[in-house]
């Protein structure tokens, strides 16, 4: 319906508790995150054990597409300078 509105794409990312656990403690919310991820276009999973946990649900995972999560450690290291700030690394 959104994308309808909008017209534009409905791109959902899951993460963990929301479709491995929530749906599972309450029956509303197991229809409504089923019926979100239904009506969604795309739907990034940030593991393949999401997409498991997704097709379980009866979506189609033919719109999944997992992209982890990450960080490039070439660029990000905030740790290390804060260690070396504090005299703790040298």
């Known amino acids: ?9 409905v791109i959902i990312t899951t993460h963990g ?15 409504l995150t089923v ?8 739907i990034v999973a940030v593991s393949n054990d999401l997409k498991k946990a997704i097709r379980e649900l009866g979506v189609d995972v033919e719109k999944v597409e ?9 660029l990000f290291h905030p740790i290390a300078n804060w260690l070396l700030q ?4 040298s």
């Not at 656990?21 to 509303?28: A, F, G, V």
């Not at 997992?66 to 070439?74: E, K, L, M």
């Not at 504090?86 to 690394?89: N, Q, R, V």
């Open 35 to 42: 019926l979100a991820l239904l009506k969604a276009d795309k």
């Open 66 to 74: 997992v992209i982890p999560n990450g960080v490039d450690i070439t």
């Open 1 to 9: 319906m959104f994308s309808k509105i909008t017209r534009r794409p």
């Open 17 to 31: 508790g929301d479709v491995k656990t929530y749906p599972r403690e309450r029956k509303i919310w197991k229809l």
């Open 86 to 89: 504090e005299g703790i690394w």
